[in-house]
């Protein structure tokens, strides 16, 4: 009886430590892809923001910012730097902790954000997984996700 328990804990350690092999090599992996490749679509914006905007003018906002603003227009027109960085079906909560996450960084001499009538007044919290992998970086961000974990934000 000694022998099988032995085996059976044997087994179990056995089936962990392989899992936990996988899960690490996987992990690398996946962090070696997403720094060589960068992020694809709306992730790609937060990203830029975060870690290397540096215009004089950032654009923020839903769809209105992404199809108002002309950034190459700005920029010829006025001589300044502009980043048009809207993302699609957001609200002020996402906005606000993408003015954060960029302010945290850099300085720009403005800011846009561009606004719907009703996303003052909405309580819908938008998308705001979106900003899961940024999770402990800054404290309005941290309070958004948490919010939407709670279920208030829905």
Do not use: W
């Not at 996946?30 to 060589?36: A, G, I, L, N, T």
């Not at 001589?79 to 960084?105: H, K, P, Y």
């Not at 996303?119 to 309070?143: A, K, M, Q, T």
């Amino acid at each position: 009886m000694n022998r099988s328990i032995f085996k059976l804990v044997k087994t179990c350690v056995s089936i962990i430590v392989i899992v936990l092999v996988f899960d690490v090599i996987f992990g690398q992996v996946m962090s070696f892809y997403s720094k060589r490749y960068g992020l694809p679509g709306d992730y790609a914006k937060i990203e830029y923001l975060f870690h290397q905007a540096n215009e004089d003018v950032v654009i923020i906002g839903s769809s209105v910012a992404i199809n108002s603003f002309m950034p190459d227009i700005m920029m010829d027109s006025l001589g300044i730097s502009v980043f048009n960085g809207g993302c699609n079906a957001q609200n002020i909560i996402f906005f606000r902790c993408m003015i954060d996450g960029l302010l945290e960084r850099h300085r720009p001499r403005g800011v846009i954000l561009a606004l719907q009538p009703d996303d003052l007044s909405d309580d819908h919290i938008g998308r705001i997984e979106l900003l899961n992998p940024y999770y402990g970086r800054n404290p309005v961000i941290d309070s958004a996700l948490v919010l939407q974990n709670d279920g208030k934000g829905s």
